[in-house]
């Protein structure tokens, strides 16, 4: 069904940090977790990977053909759902939500989701699915998205429901002039209530992050470390008010 980790070796925090984001990474279409992990650990610099504490998780099925990355990465690779060539049919999109939810239940809680291609259509629609009721009904709210090469479902059984409101959660949105799915992703940042955006002149890939890129990261950060502390310092005091 695949397999869950964090970093393989974890870096230490900040000092003086609490405890870091946790994100559940979902990863690009017939690739898989350990691929994923090896795209972001390898070119984002540990000045953002030691800030956050991220889990990669295989997709639940098999692909079921071949690879866009064979050659470039060893299998196996899995994809998270089917589609047919229009991209406005899928099949096993149910089970995957419940695998997903599976996943946040199992080695939650997760703070966010963060996303590449296949993973990062998924991360986007999750927080709408859920607020509908249609999705992860069973964990806590997804509070922040990283989203990379990513864009809208297009069928509208799926988009109507997912997009019926604005992406209200911070999000940050990795967007590649040659990327194909440049067009796509902007009309998804258009969907986002509190998007951050870092442009790359890279193609449908996870990019390494430049001086000015690394800016906005480290912005998107600062702002959601300060929630997550919040949002930690409450938990506690409700806690030790059941206690008392």
């Given at each position: 069904?695949?397999?869950?980790?964090?970093?393989?070796?974890?870096?230490?925090?900040?000092?003086?940090?609490?405890?870091?984001?946790?994100?559940?990474?979902?990863?690009?279409?017939?690739?898989?977790?350990?691929?994923?992990?090896?795209?972001?650990?390898?070119?984002?610099?540990?000045?953002?990977?030691?800030?956050?504490?991220?889990?990669?998780?295989?997709?639940?099925?098999?692909?079921?053909?071949?690879s866009d990355v064979d050659g470039i990465f060893d299998p196996p690779y899995y994809e998270w759902f089917q589609f047919d060539k229009s991209f406005?049919?899928?099949?096993?999109?149910?089970?995957?939500?419940?695998y997903i939810e599976e996943l946040m239940i199992k080695d939650g809680p997760f703070d966010g989701l963060m996303g590449f291609s296949q993973g990062?259509?998924?991360?986007?629609?999750?927080?709408?699915?859920?607020?509908?009721?249609?999705?992860?009904?069973?964990?806590?709210?997804?509070?922040?998205?990283?989203?990379?090469?990513?864009?809208?479902?297009?069928?509208?059984?799926?988009?109507?429901?997912?997009?019926?409101?604005?992406?209200?959660?911070?999000?940050?949105?990795?967007?590649?002039?040659?990327?194909?799915?440049?067009?796509?992703?902007?009309?998804?940042?258009?969907?986002?209530?509190?998007?951050?955006?870092?442009?790359?002149?890279?193609?449908?890939?996870?990019?390494?992050?430049?001086?000015?890129?690394?800016?906005?990261?480290?912005?998107?950060?600062?702002?959601?470390?300060?929630?997550?502390?919040?949002?930690?310092?409450?938990?506690?005091?409700?806690?030790?008010?059941?206690?008392?």
């Amino acid at each position: 069904m695949g397999s869950l980790g964090g970093d393989a070796e974890p870096q230490p925090q900040p000092q003086g940090a609490g405890r870091r984001p946790r994100f559940l990474c979902l990863h690009g279409f017939r690739t898989s977790a350990e691929i994923m992990r090896k795209q972001v650990l390898g070119k984002w610099p540990a000045d953002v990977t030691a800030r956050l504490d991220l889990v990669f998780a295989d997709a639940p099925f098999p692909a079921e053909g071949k690879s866009d990355v064979d050659g470039i990465f060893d299998p196996p690779y899995y994809e998270w759902f089917q589609f047919d060539k229009s991209f406005m049919e899928y099949r096993n999109f149910d089970k995957c939500l419940a695998y997903i939810e599976e996943l946040m239940i199992k080695d939650g809680p997760f703070d966010g989701l963060m996303g590449f291609s296949q993973g990062s259509i998924l991360s986007a629609a999750l927080p709408g699915l859920q607020e509908q009721g249609l999705a992860l009904t069973r964990v806590p709210k997804i509070k922040y998205l990283i989203i990379i090469g990513g864009a809208k479902f297009q069928s509208p059984t799926v988009a109507e429901k997912a997009y019926a409101n604005k992406i209200a959660c911070p999000s940050v949105h990795f967007i590649g002039d040659n990327d194909f799915l440049k067009v796509h992703g902007e009309k998804l940042i258009e969907s986002c209530v509190d998007p951050f955006v870092i442009r790359h002149p890279k193609g449908h890939t996870v990019p390494r992050l430049d001086d000015k890129s690394l800016v906005v990261m480290l912005r998107f950060l600062e702002k959601i470390e300060g929630e997550v502390l919040e949002y930690s310092s409450k938990d506690v005091n409700e806690n030790e008010e059941v206690c008392l």
